[in-house]
């Protein structure tokens, strides 16, 4: 009986952690052309690392700045050797390196437990009040927000240069000095879909197991800016399939009505009427 129990418990989870949330967003009209689960907290995973870059940006810190690479999570990024903050950023936003976001935090000013202060008053300040920060990756399942929340981070970081430079390339590679010799890393973009697409500006996964398969994207269809964001897939594929029927939706946005003042003939008569008197 007790096993039987623990299964269907394990079965309930399994179905909790995969649940989907998404949504399909226009901000020309400021409106949501697919959504489903949108205002469901969920755990968001490695798109905790848009909001590190945007606090480490936010804090004016010098971003050429090569600082030491440290930290308990696990990376591409060599612990001990010294990488600039934007390096360390393209390592955190293209390849989704947890060392290189914990660096970031820890070369915060004031360390890192101010960086997790800083993270959370921005969320504030924008009224995104159902994502929390409780770390720099995006590991602990902490870390939350709502699809809904997302599409409002996106439209805050939609213009940000220095996000939109990283967050859109396909691959690249930095240095790392570490003594005597200079390391070579090489980083892929996580996201199939920014191979498969030339139109994404903005591109963040995610994964862990209580997070599922995660997608934030800032993409450009026609001259003008859409945000997707996917939560809770179970897999690669299933939200591949998803990202694919997204931005296949054929989407008209709404015409804006052309006010003008127009003036009857009966409106001129009364005009009329009364400089008469």
Do not use: W
């Amino acid at each position: 009986m007790k096993k039987i129990l623990t299964l269907l418990l394990l079965s309930v989870l399994s179905v909790g952690a995969y649940a989907n949330a998404h949504v399909f967003y226009d901000f020309s009209s400021a409106s949501y052309i697919i959504e489903n689960n949108k205002r469901e907290v969920r755990s968001i995973a490695s798109i905790t690392k848009v909001i590190t870059a945007i606090t480490v940006i936010e804090s004016g810190v010098d971003l050429e700045q090569p600082v030491k690479i440290n930290g308990y999570s696990k990376g591409h990024v060599p612990k001990g050797s010294y990488m600039s903050r934007m390096d360390l950023m393209r390592a955190m936003l293209i390849s989704s390196d947890n060392r290189a976001a914990e660096t970031l935090a820890n070369h915060h000013p004031g360390g890192f437990l101010v960086f997790l202060l800083a993270a959370n008053r921005y969320l504030e300040s924008k009224s995104l009040y159902e994502t929390k920060v409780v770390d720099s990756s995006g590991l602990l399942p902490g870390n939350v927000s709502t699809a809904q929340d997302l599409i409002e981070l996106l439209f805050q970081i939609k213009d940000n240069k220095i996000i939109r430079s990283i967050a859109s390339e396909r691959q690249t590679s930095v240095n790392a000095p570490k003594g005597k010799k200079t390391l070579t890393i090489n980083l892929r973009n996580t996201n199939p879909e920014i191979f498969t697409y030339d139109n994404i500006l903005i591109s963040k996964t995610g994964f862990t197991s209580p997070a599922g398969r995660c997608v934030l994207m800032l993409v450009e269809k026609k001259q003008e800016l859409f945000g997707i964001v996917v939560l809770g897939q179970k897999n690669v594929q299933a939200r591949s399939k998803l990202v694919k029927e997204l931005l296949a939706v054929e989407y008209e946005p709404p015409v804006r009505p052309n006010f003008k003042t127009i003036i009857t003939n009966f409106d001129t008569l009364k005009l009329d009427e009364t400089f008469a008197k």
